[in-house]
């Protein structure tokens, strides 16, 4: 069965530095998320992604935070400085269709971002 | 604004005994409605989906939840837990545009011997 990859599984970087968190979502698929889960706290959006640009991106997701689809089958998150507060698991999603679809999101096992 | 209240943060259920874990939305118009399982250091699976028609819908792994409007609940319930469904539940609302999902703050089950 087609699923989501997420590279690296784990990333520690120091405070101030650009991390770049890679994802390559479902061959097919033409909408593609980034979700956050800081420890213990719940799943958040962060940004949707189609036609090569950004659909709707939430509050978090401020001039430090950028998406980019690179080539046909990756999708990128970077965070250009990182803060200790963006420590959490980051999670990557597509799916086939979008708005008023039925169609489910696939998640990808996520990226646990350690900022010192 | 669509949001997602589960209001129990642990449960802790006996091997072999019934199991639900509830579930309330606000959402204006009819709601497209998931649960997903979050096994520890793993990412997050579907168990089932909620959009229209029967409102009991039938999962994986022998999981179930019904759809009540009028009490803007989807609980998911599994007749007999086996060890292997220790993890944290989501329930998640989609959202009117771009399929954004809101999860709920999760629910933690423990099951014991």
């Known amino acids: 069965e087609p699923e989501v990859t997420q590279t690296p599984s784990h990333q520690v970087t120091q405070m101030g530095q650009e991390v770049i968190l890679r994802c390559v979502p479902i061959?097919?698929?033409?909408?593609f998320y980034w979700y956050r889960q800081i420890l213990g706290q719940k799943v958040e959006f962060l940004v949707s992604?189609?036609?090569?640009?950004?659909?709707?991106k939430s509050e978090i997701f401020d001039d430090q935070f950028s998406v980019e689809r690179p080539d046909g089958s990756n999708f990128t998150l970077k965070i250009r400085s990182t803060k200790l507060e963006d420590s959490a698991m980051y999670f990557c999603a597509s799916t086939g269709r979008g708005a008023a679809s039925t169609d489910t999101q696939y998640f990808g096992p996520g990226t646990r971002l350690t900022v010192l | 604004a669509q949001s997602v209240t589960q209001p129990d943060i642990h449960i802790t259920v006996s091997e072999g005994a019934s199991l639900e874990l509830r579930c309330n939305y606000s959402?204006?118009?009819?709601?497209?409605l998931f649960w997903y399982v979050q096994s520890p250091g793993q990412g997050l699976q579907l168990l089932l989906k909620y959009f229209s028609g029967d409102t009991l819908v039938q999962g994986i792994k022998g999981f179930e939840a019904e759809f009540k409007r009028s009490q803007s609940s989807f609980n998911l319930r599994k007749p007999s837990v086996h060890w292997s469904d220790a993890a944290e539940y989501f329930c998640a609302v989609v959202g009117v545009r771009f399929q954004k999902l809101v999860f709920g703050t999760g629910t933690r089950l423990l099951v014991s011997p």
């Open positions: 061959s097919n698929h033409l909408y």
């Open positions: 992604f189609y036609n090569n640009e950004i659909s709707e």
């Open positions: 959402y204006g118009a009819t709601p497209y």
